[in-house]
């Protein structure tokens, strides 16, 4: 079944690192696709980072350089670290998988029969 939990939120100041974790079924992590999302009130939702079976990654360019996504085949986890904080990276931020091409634009703006977690919420603080 379709399955993806998020974990790994709080609040740090700029500057700072969190560490999020997804944990999916095995029927989800089997997608093609995989990433995560954000969304920040009064924001549209954005795509931050994905990463395909073959493990080529891509990163929007507000955090390109700062945030690494991965993928951990034993567990069935996707991970997203991120680095060097800012505050407007504070939104809540949601897992995603999909049979899409990473790349395509489909699925950077979250087409709809796209898989989502419940999210978790990312606060910095300047």
């Known amino acids: 079944q379709v399955r993806l939990v998020e974990s790994g939120g709080g609040s740090v100041q700029a500057g700072g690192s969190l560490r999020l974790s997804c944990a999916a079924s095995?029927?989800?992590?089997?997608?093609?696709?995989m990433g995560w999302f954000r969304q920040a009130p009064g924001k549209e939702r954005e795509g931050v980072a994905a990463?395909?079976?073959?493990?080529?990654?891509t990163y929007s360019d507000s955090v390109k350089g700062r945030f690494t996504i991965s993928k951990d085949n034993a567990n069935y986890s996707l991970n997203l670290q991120m680095s060097s904080l800012k505050p407007e990276d504070t939104a809540m931020y949601y897992c995603?998988?999909?049979?899409?091409?990473?790349?395509?634009?489909?699925?950077?703006?979250?087409?709809?029969?796209?898989?989502w977690g419940h999210g978790t919420q990312v606060t910095v603080s300047s």
């Open positions: 995603a998988a999909g049979q899409y091409d990473c790349d395509s634009g489909s699925w950077w703006k979250g087409a709809r029969d796209i898989a």
């Open positions: 990463i395909d079976i073959p493990g080529t990654t």
């Open positions: 095995a029927y989800t992590y089997s997608s093609y696709c």
